[in-house]
């Protein structure tokens, strides 16, 4: 089936420092959904993308999808330790409304 | 309307009882899904529902676990002869599916299962 590969797997960095993370696949998607999610606590979007080249900002959260349709970015600017958490990557599988989603990339941030 | 809504929030079962978790959709929301996601993975699809309809089940949820949607508003997820695999957490999600179009899912605080 479709899978969306995520990278880093996983990241540790100061806070202040800006942060930068992509999800890719060999398919096209026509959505990219972005994640961040708590121990214990379900996904919370952060941001959602519908069009190819399209770049979007939620606060210090921009993510941007791909031209080629087969990836995205997501980066956040000036980190804080409330930023710790796993951020997934998600999309459409085609023909059908599921949702699949990345491997996620967990972020640590040292004050 | 406070988002998706799910119950319980923790359930420590043992192997062989059968269990029953319940989602409350956004309000006006038609689609609600169910994923299931285990320690250091991302979520992984289960099934889906369209209004009452379940349009899609995943192989895995097999022949021990089923979804319900009665109305097409709230949802439940059964799990019969709990099996020490089925400890996850299981995710509820709801999106408002427009015609040619998926919109975003909103998910739940989900349901921690534990078998002993």
């Known amino acids: 089936g479709q899978q969306l590969n995520q990278s880093p797997q996983s990241m540790f960095i100061q806070e202040g420092e800006d942060v930068s993370m992509n999800c890719t696949s060999s398919?096209?998607?026509?959505?990219w959904l972005w994640y961040k999610q708590d121990p214990g606590e379900g996904p919370v979007l952060l941001i959602a993308?519908?069009?190819?080249?399209e770049l979007t900002s939620n606060g210090r959260l921009t993510a941007q999808f791909g031209i080629t349709r087969k990836d995205s970015f997501l980066n956040i600017s000036a980190s804080i330790p409330s930023d710790v958490g796993i951020y997934f990557c998600?999309?459409?599988?085609?023909?059908?409304?599921?949702?699949?989603f990345g491997t996620g990339t967990r972020l640590k941030v040292l004050a | 309307d406070t988002g998706v809504s799910q119950n319980p929030r923790h359930k420590i079962t043992k192997r062989g009882q059968n269990v029953t978790f319940r989602c409350d959709p956004i309000?006006?929301?038609?689609?609600l899904y169910w994923y299931r996601q285990t320690l250091g993975q991302g979520p992984e699809f289960l099934t889906y529902?369209?209004?009452?309809?379940?349009?899609?089940k995943s192989r895995l949820l097999s022949d021990r676990f089923s979804a319900e949607r009665p109305k097409g508003s709230f949802s439940t997820l059964e799990i019969q002869r709990t099996e020490q695999g089925d400890s996850a957490m299981y995710l509820c999600?709801?999106?408002?599916?427009?015609?040619?179009?998926?919109?975003?899912?909103?998910f739940g605080q989900g349901t921690r299962l534990t078998v002993v």
């Open positions: 999600a709801s999106s408002l599916g427009l015609r040619a179009m998926n919109t975003e899912a909103f």
């Open positions: 398919s096209i998607f026509n959505t």
């Open positions: 993308l519908y069009k190819a080249g």
């Open positions: 998600a999309s459409h599988d085609s023909g059908t409304y599921k949702y699949i």
């Open positions: 309000s006006e929301h038609n689609r």
């Open positions: 529902f369209q209004n009452e309809a379940q349009l899609e």
